[in-house]
């Protein structure tokens, strides 16, 4: 585990960079947290440990309330979701946007207040005075100490309203009789807006680790028996947005149709070169291959995910190579009349070491993979460790269960009189008798053999110039390349201290750009931000029925580059692996006293 420091406003920030389980970690943080307060002053505010990850940043499903029903009503029931959704383990936190503060509002009659001899301080004073929590000292019990606190706070409306404020004989003048006490909501801070009407979003961010279909399909179904029950309105509509489960739920659709075709594709190219039961028997080999690495990740405590998938994709044309030898050789053998269980009992014997040799050299090539540092080794560690227990499997489906099956429902493949002459005759070194693509093979092999160290130096050339010609062609390298998003958020800036209302002014004024749009599935607006006046979040619909995201914003920006006063930034979801920051700059030193100031130098620069 390693740690920086940096200070702010009163506060220390500790980013760790976690190397082993990060619940251990936490622990290990909070027991250093609690070893350091006794040395804390008395006065002083204890220090608290939140967990903060790249989940908590990225919410993975807006709720959308909206409808024609009282705003109190909305806030009222997105407040009672929240609780409920944050009861579950899945759910990390749910933030509230268009929600306002609740707010006890007193309006005092002025006249009413002269006519009693009363000024606005003493009504200040008395309701303050009234509403707060004594602290009583501290009781020692030996076995420990606790503060006593004696609270004196308001509970209702009526502890306000019946609040004697003058006492004039056997009259009593209460706060009611001088003001009128009502509910209502703090001026808002934000604004929230789904295709220009006015709502109230949930924005539900999972907890690091959970299954984000499970975690959305668990959020539809809260919402689902919610509005079944009698108390929620008829007119309040529901609409869900950034559902970042269903383009997980598409490319895992994909991928696992991209296996089948993969498998359908591998046994097609069997049956045609060694016939039905041959393919039959590889076939086998590629089911077992799969549920076995299957088994070894999931003793291994991980989950199948995209990379796992796409490691499997890659796997089938591998996993087979073993499984063809073996019934290849025991079909050459069935073929000259030997018995098919000895057949396969010589294939397995036979080919045992050049196959083990085979599946070693692949697996030594992604091993090194395994300790792929930093955050992209533990994105892409899924695939060598699939890859390793997929192509493992094999070598034991092509050694043992395949010579098996085999020995019970092998057959040789029908081969005429003159084709098994010439199959021995090429056995025996004939290589003249050859035709075809065979006599071609054989006639390379031939020359290749003739001159190994030409060819050798050939490949060598090639290497080389492939290489410098993509160095020349400048095309560069890119971890994850550009795709169309799901979705893009449109950030408007702008300079000057500006209220809410004006910033709502100026996001209607883009927003009205991005309404109506044919190739917009929806819009949600939401003003307000510590650096920005507010952002649009677009979901595009599907990519067949839309142009590419990149003209569709090139034709937005040709309109909004026409606002002055405003700076309009489109951005996309980052892709590939979480990474909080961009760049990174560790500071050390063999004297720690001068980092604090190094590191204010560069941050200034």
Excluded at 380 to 408: D, E, H, N, R, W
């Amino acid at each position: 585990m390693t740690a920086v420091a940096s200070e702010g406003h009163g506060s220390v920030t500790l980013e760790f960079n976690v190397g082993v389980d990060l619940t251990k970690a936490m622990a290990d943080v909070r027991d250093a947290v609690d070893l350091a307060k006794p040395k804390l002053p008395e006065d002083s505010d204890e220090p608290t440990v939140n967990e903060v990850t790249f989940a908590s940043q990225q919410p993975v499903l807006s709720v959308v309330l909206y409808g024609t029903v009282p705003e109190r009503t909305i806030v009222q029931l997105a407040r009672q979701l929240r609780d409920k959704l944050e009861s579950y383990r899945q759910v990390l936190e749910v933030d509230i946007a268009g929600d306002r503060e609740d707010i006890v509002e007193i309006v005092v009659d002025p006249l009413l207040m002269e006519s009693y001899g009363l000024d606005q301080g003493d009504i200040y004073n008395l309701i303050a005075l009234n509403n707060r929590v004594v602290a009583a000292g501290f009781v020692d019990t030996g076995y420990g100490r606790f503060s006593v606190k004696v609270p004196s706070v308001f509970n209702s409306l009526k502890d306000v309203l019946e609040l004697p404020v003058k006492v004039d004989g056997k009259q009593v003048i209460t706060f009611g009789d001088v003001a009128t006490v009502r509910r209502a909501f703090r001026d808002p801070d934000s604004f929230a807006r789904l295709d220009g009407r006015s709502a109230v979003v949930l924005d539900v961010k999972k907890r690091a680790g959970e299954n984000i279909i499970e975690t959305v399909a668990l959020v539809k179904e809260v919402l689902r028996q919610a509005q079944q029950r009698d108390e929620w309105p008829n007119n309040l509509q529901v609409k869900f947005t950034k559902d970042e489960s269903k383009d997980v739920k598409i490319m895992l659709n994909d991928l696992q149709n991209n296996i089948l075709s993969a498998i359908i594709l591998v046994v097609i190219v069997i049956i045609a070169i060694l016939g039905v039961r041959t393919a039959l028997l590889v076939g086998i080999s590629i089911p077992g291959s799969f549920l076995t690495g299957l088994l070894v990740l999931s003793v291994f405590g991980l989950t199948v995910n995209i990379v796992v998938l796409f490691s499997l994709i890659m796997a089938v044309g591998m996993l087979v190579d073993g499984a063809i030898v073996v019934t290849e050789f025991a079909d050459r053998r069935m073929q000259e009349g030997t018995p098919r269980k000895e057949a396969y009992r010589d294939a397995a014997k036979r080919m045992a070491w050049p196959i083990t040799a085979s599946t070693a050299t692949t697996l030594a090539a992604f091993a090194p993979l395994l300790f792929w540092p930093d955050i992209t080794g533990e994105f892409m560690k899924y695939l060598p460790m699939t890859l390793i227990a997929t192509l493992t499997a094999s070598l034991v489906m092509a050694l043992l269960f395949v010579p098996v099956l085999g020995g019970l429902i092998g057959k040789p493949q029908y081969v005429s009189k003159t084709q098994q002459t010439k199959m021995v005759a090429l056995h025996e070194g004939q290589f003249d008798k050859a035709t075809g693509i065979t006599k071609l093979y054989y006639h390379t092999l031939n020359i290749a053999l003739g001159h190994p160290l030409k060819i050798l130096m050939l490949a060598i050339a090639m290497a080389i110039g492939v290489g410098f010609a993509y160095n020349k062609a400048g095309l560069g390298a890119e971890f994850f390349p550009e795709v169309d998003p799901p979705y893009f958020n449109v950030k408007v800036r702008s300079h000057g201290d500006l209220s809410i209302n004006e910033k709502d002014e100026v996001m209607r004024v883009v927003e009205k750009v991005m309404l109506g749009h044919d190739e917009f599935e929806s819009v949600y607006t939401k003003t307000g931000g510590k650096d920005e006046i507010g952002v649009i979040q677009i979901t595009p619909v599907d990519w067949q029925y839309r142009r590419k995201v990149n003209a569709i914003i090139e034709e937005l920006k040709q309109t909004t580059d026409q606002f002055a006063g405003v700076e309009i930034e489109y951005k996309f979801p980052d892709a590939g692996p979480p990474v909080e920051h961009d760049l990174v700059i560790e500071l050390s030193a063999r004297f720690p006293e001068g980092l604090d100031e190094a590191a204010k130098t560069v941050r200034r620069c």
